[in-house]
């Protein structure tokens, strides 16, 4: 998919918005994949329907195996602004929360929620989410 062409719209790269309930764990996770493999060939935003006050410790200590440090994020409300800005949207289990806007791909991940889960379920999770990831960057570059 090609960046919007809204000729008001100076950027040159696709914005990507990932959503899950609490932005603590399968949504921070993705965009800490897309920002390692896109660099600045994507935007990423990340947001929670309703934010948990810190991250998954287990999901940091995965994705940190991986060599991805998403310690230092915090989770954080999805808004309109988010999704009007965005060109993809990728929802993970936030059901009807995410507002709809016209001209925007949207596409649900059905993951399983590693909130409770030990180190060997949520690296299965995350690995799911990098092959997703991986696929998602093909189709965007």
């Known amino acids: 998919m090609a960046p919007r062409t809204d000729p008001t719209d100076a950027r040159s790269v696709p914005t990507v918005l990932f959503v899950c309930v609490h932005n603590a764990g399968r949504s ?80 649900d991940w059905a993951l399983d929620d590693p909130a409770g889960r030990g180190i060997e379920s949520v690296r299965t999770i995350r690995d799911d989410i990098r092959d997703r990831v991986r696929a998602l960057l093909g189709e965007l570059l």
Not at 41 to 66: D, K, Q, T, Y
Not at 69 to 79: F, H, M
Not at 82 to 104: E, H, L
Request: hydrophobic share 45%; with cysteine.
């Open 28 to 107: 921070q996770m993705a965009a800490g994949f897309l920002r390692a493999l896109a660099g600045e060939r994507v935007e990423v935003l990340s947001a929670g329907s309703a934010p948990a006050e810190h991250l998954n410790p287990v999901a940091v200590a995965a994705m940190a195996e991986e060599g991805i440090d998403i310690a230092g994020l915090t989770p954080r409300i999805l808004s309109a602004h988010d999704v009007r800005a965005s060109d993809v949207v990728i929802t993970m289990g936030c059901g009807d929360t995410c507002p709809v806007f016209p001209g925007r791909r949207y596409e």
